[in-house]
T-cell receptor, first 110, second 115 residues
Framework: AQSVTQPDIHITVSEGASLELRCNYS??????LFWYVQSPGQGLQLLLKYFSGDTLVQGIKGFEAEFKRSQSSFNLRKPSVHWSDAAEYFCAVGDYKLSFGAGTTVTVRA | GAVVSQHPSWVICKSGTSVKIECRSL??????MFWYRQFPKQSLMLMATSNEGSKATYEQGVEKDKFLINHASLTLSTLTVTSAHPEDSSFYIC???????????FGPGTRLTVT
């Protein structure tokens, strides 16, 4: 069975500081991994995805994620956070049906 | 990029009535669409997988007679919540995938409130 764990429910970060969101997955084969962002009352926007190849993936809005098979992790990072990055972030795994983590709420303080 | 729309974006209905939510892929053909439910401050829960021209596949615990899904064309899937009750109030999100692709494109969601 596939599953995703996002250990951090809520993270507060200062504007301009770096951000890292953790994601651990369980999957029987080579995983397809995704990071989505959701603003309040909105749908999901894809930040980046990993299917194969280079384990460091670049996404939109300055985000990147690194796939580490040995740690079953796919952590999301951003070097310098902007106030507009305040949102809910979901990690997902799957090749047909997606399983989502519980999400991490990011608050950005001035 | 691939765009998925949902209509309505929000709806209020009275207990006992039915409400239909539409999910459309605007610029691609979607052989598969997915319906999710999201409670406040929680993650997305997959309700069902909808394949064009065939019956939907429901996840365990989802009442198929309550949540009717129809995928009549390659660009439209509908979710009908029948005999709605206040506990059905939620945020419903659809997604669609292109044939042979693993990426899903998400709609903006529909907020359902049952009074």
């Amino acid at each position: 069975a596939q599953s995703v764990t996002q250990p951090d429910i809520h993270i507060t970060v200062s504007e301009g500081a770096s951000l890292e969101l953790r994601c651990n997955y369980s999957y029987g084969a080579t995983p397809y991994l995704f990071w989505y962002v959701q603003s309040p009352g909105q749908g999901l926007q894809l930040l980046l995805k990993y299917f194969s190849g280079d384990t460091l993936v670049q996404g939109i809005k300055g985000f990147e994620a690194e796939f580490k098979r040995s740690q079953s992790s796919f952590n999301l990072r951003k070097p310098s956070v902007h106030w507009s990055d305040a949102a809910e972030y979901f990690c997902a795994v799957g090749d047909y049906k997606l399983s989502f983590g519980a999400g991490t709420t990011v608050t950005v303080r001035a | 990029g691939a765009v998925v729309s949902q209509h309505p974006s929000w709806v209020i209905c009275k207990s006992g009535t039915s409400v239909k939510i539409e999910c459309r892929s605007l610029d691609f053909q979607a052989t598969t669409m997915f319906w999710y439910r999201q409670f406040p401050k929680q993650s997305l829960m997959l309700m069902a997988t909808s394949n064009e021209g065939s019956k939907a596949t429901y996840e365990q615990g989802v009442e198929k007679d309550k949540f009717l899904i129809n995928h009549a064309s390659l660009t439209l899937s509908t979710l009908t919540v029948t005999s709605a009750h206040p506990e059905d109030s939620s945020f419903y999100i659809c997604s669609a995938g292109e044939p042979g692709q693993y990426e899903q494109y998400f709609g903006p969601g529909t907020r359902l409130t049952v009074t």
